[in-house]
T-cell receptor, first 115, second 110 residues
Framework: DTEVTQTPKHLVMGMTNKKSLKCEQHMGHRAMYWYKQKAKKPPELMFVYSYEKLSINESVPSRFSPECPNSSLLNLHLHALQPEDSALYLC??????????????FGPGTRLTVL | GEDVEQSLFLSVREGDSSVINCTYTDSSSTYLYWYKQEPGAGLQLLTYIFSNMDMKQDQRLTVLLNKKDKHLSLRIADTQTGDSAIYFCAESLRGGKLIFGQGTELSVKP
């Protein structure tokens, strides 16, 4: 299985809602990532988990809360979001554990709209 | 700081070759990547090159690396309409972090 899956594909939420994005991979990868991407812009790194521990937080607001329940799963919990948080949220995974050479494999993304 | 630059647009005719260029700043990058993104989709890893290589060929794709000038290019031979997409180059930093260029939007006209 060489795929990263993400659910849901689309999500519309109000500013007072709480929702979660889910990501799963079964490639045995030990590093997982969350990115935010605005239209026609490059992905912006949000969080990195390495061996199920948070290793990078790119100064992301606390209304985004990542969770890595096990090595195959990555969640992003959303609460009290703003309309400017509307974007494509991408999950990626890589083998991890090496310096460089960590080609990242991306999921199809969740298109989030905050009303 | 780290920076990766690409031209924003490229238009070619079907059957021609496309060349997408990229420059990067971090000379310690060990791997450089090319990703393709079709509308509404995630990023697809196309190919990568290790920094001690000058060239890598994979079917219609040729990657050239000039480490002295910190210049990377992706050549797509016999470009098809299905190649229309945004192409991102990225350099890999220590810790696995990727620095992406702004993306080149390739338009292939029949």
């Amino acid at each position: 299985d060489t795929e990263v899956t993400q659910t849901p594909k689309h999500l519309v939420m109000g500013m007072t809602n709480k929702k979660s994005l889910k990501c799963e991979q079964h490639m045995g990868h030990r590093a997982m990532y969350w990115y935010k991407q605005k239209a026609k812009k490059p992905p912006e790194l949000m969080f990195v988990y390495s061996y199920e521990k948070l290793s990078i937080n790119e100064s992301v607001p606390s209304r985004f809360s990542p969770e890595c329940p096990n090595s195959s799963l990555l969640n992003l919990h959303l609460h009290a979001l703003q309309p400017e948080d509307s974007a494509l949220y991408l999950c990626a995974s890589s083998q991890g554990g090496r310096l460089g050479g960590n080609e990242q494999f991306f999921g199809p993304g969740t298109r989030l709209t905050v009303l | 700081g780290e920076d990766v630059e690409q031209s924003l647009f490229l238009s070619v005719r079907e059957g021609d070759s496309s060349v997408i260029n990229c420059t990067y700043t971090d000379s310690s990058s060990t791997y450089l990547y090319w990703y393709k993104q079709e509308p509404g989709a995630g990023l697809q890893l196309l190919t990568y090159i290790f920094s001690n290589m000058d060239m890598k060929q994979d079917q219609r794709l040729t990657v050239l690396l000039n480490k002295k000038d910190k210049h990377l290019s992706l050549r797509i031979a016999d470009t098809q309409t299905g190649d229309s997409a945004i192409y991102f180059c990225a350099e890999s930093l220590r810790g696995g972090k990727l620095i992406f260029g702004q993306g080149t939007e390739l338009s292939v006209k029949p």
